[in-house]
């Protein structure tokens, strides 16, 4: 069953619009969890390289498109603190994550009751701020 979303009361729109809106949220924190996640694991790999590494040998870090000679422990320390910032990143990114379920979960429920509801209102009468009550019947 399709609704067309021009016969839809403008506050169901409203709420519909503020889903997909969250939606689309928790893509982009999903998409950067991803990042993060391959960020770590880069740089675990790296460290375990630099690790098998003797002290007095060659390294190197890039630096844009050009490598620079450095050394172990500069090098190793440069790597732990990525990593603890990319742990760091995560943990935000994963409370960004849950909250933004528990939104979806919130909008979702709304949005359903708002299209199962008889009235359409979802219980809710919208009424024009503009439109006021009619007076009482007058006893004469």
Do not use: C, Y
């Amino acid at each position: 069953m399709s609704i067309d979303p021009r016969s839809m009361p403008p506050w169901l729109q409203e709420q519909i619009a503020k889903l997909q809106q969250a939606q689309n949220s928790l893509q982009g924190v999903l998409t950067q969890k991803q990042h993060v996640e391959s960020e770590k694991i880069e740089t675990d790999r790296a460290l375990e390289e630099l690790n098998k590494a003797g002290e007095n040998d060659d390294v190197f870090k890039h630096a844009g498109s050009i490598l620079i000679k450095s050394t172990k422990p500069t090098l190793i320390a440069e790597l732990e603190e990525r990593k603890e910032l990319a742990a760091t990143r995560g943990v935000v990114l994963s409370k960004q994550e849950a909250r933004l379920r528990e939104e979806l979960k919130t909008l979702e429920e709304k949005v359903t009751k708002m299209l199962s509801d008889p009235t359409g209102s979802g219980g809710q009468t919208p009424q024009p701020a503009s439109q006021t009550p009619p007076p009482p019947p007058s006893q004469s």
